[in-house]
């Protein structure tokens, strides 16, 4: 073999290392994607049932002043 061959082959190996940790890279990637879908649904979630929370106390609060001004009344 001459050295064209060798160099060829060197690259050939390189591209194939090169290829295998971009795939590896690429499984991490679509995880932590995954994760990331997975917690802006919780966390979309989690606002609603806040929001959800902070107009019944709000409710519960306008409930309060009523019954305090027919005490006071």
Do not use: P
């Not at 995880?31 to 106390?57: C, D, G, P, S």
């Amino acid at each position: 073999m001459d050295t064209t061959s060798y160099i060829f082959a060197g690259i050939g190996v390189a591209l194939s290392v090169l290829g295998f940790f971009l795939k590896r890279i690429k499984e991490e990637v679509d995880i932590v994607k995954a994760r990331n879908a997975r917690l802006e649904i919780n966390q979309a979630r989690n606002f609603e049932k806040i929001h959800n929370l902070e107009k019944l106390t709000e409710d519960r609060r306008e409930d309060i002043k009523r019954l305090y001004e027919k005490i006071n009344g």
